[in-house]
């Protein structure tokens, strides 16, 4: 009897043990799949997010006409107030700043809590002489760094740049450099050249056929 206590007690140890290390495994497996879930959940909403500003962009061309007449997108937030910055001859202040979000009624930041870009081709921000349906654009977005053409001529660009902010691969770098070239592609995780930017544009063809239709151009 007392050989057998001796040997339920010895079993109750190594189960404990066991069951220990199995506890440590199931908080490890759930762990890293966690933050997985918590990344992706702030890439979607911050995707939602920019398609939302790219929505309220094109809606301020439907409901800000310019002196001659034409419509024109917002300028860019140069002084951190939200409020877009135009000079007094209806050109922007900058035409590559933060997303100017007060004026167009929508959030700051991403979901990492750094502030939407924006860029516009200058003309098509002109509070003076809007846009037409000829006006040219000047936004290239490629598929990678000196890669292929995703889309050209296009009048405005939204950017976030993702958990890392700004990476130091050359796709990322592409993204900050305050040119009119931007890249775009699924985050991916090669080693010099991680990417997570989300890149959202304002194709011509949806901007010039929503103007068309509410009767605000030609
Ligand atoms: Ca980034
Ligand atoms: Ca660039």
Redesign the pocket.
């Known amino acids: 009897m007392k050989i057998f206590a001796h040997t339920n007690r010895g079993f109750s140890l190594v189960e404990m043990a066991v069951v220990l290390v199995i506890v440590g495994l199931l908080i490890a497996g759930l762990a890293l799949p966690l933050t997985a879930q918590i990344d992706m959940k702030h890439y979607n909403e911050t995707q939602k997010e920019l398609s939302d500003l790219r929505e309220a962009l094109i809606g301020y061309a439907l409901s800000n006409t310019a002196l001659d007449g034409k419509p024109h997108l917002p300028c860019p937030d140069t002084d951190l107030d939200g409020f877009e910055n135009r000079e007094a001859t209806g050109l922007c202040t900058n035409i590559e700043s933060d997303v100017p979000w007060a004026t167009l009624g929508l959030g700051q930041s991403d979901n990492w809590s750094n502030a939407y870009r924006y860029r516009v081709t200058s003309a098509f921000a002109n509070s003076t002489t809007g846009f037409t349906l000829s006006t040219p654009r000047d936004i290239l977005i490629l598929e990678k760094a000196g890669g292929n053409m995703l889309a050209s001529n296009v009048p405005a660009v939204l950017l ?8 130091a691969g050359a796709d ?1 770098q592409e ?1 900050s450099d305050g040119d009119a070239i931007f890249v775009s592609h699924t985050p991916t995780n090669v080693a010099g050249n ?4 989300l890149v959202v544009w304002v194709p011509a063809a949806v901007l010039f056929n929503r103007m068309v239709t509410a009767g605000k151009l030609p």
């Open positions: 976030s740049k993702g958990k890392n902010g700004f990476g990322e993204n991680e990417f997570d930017d």
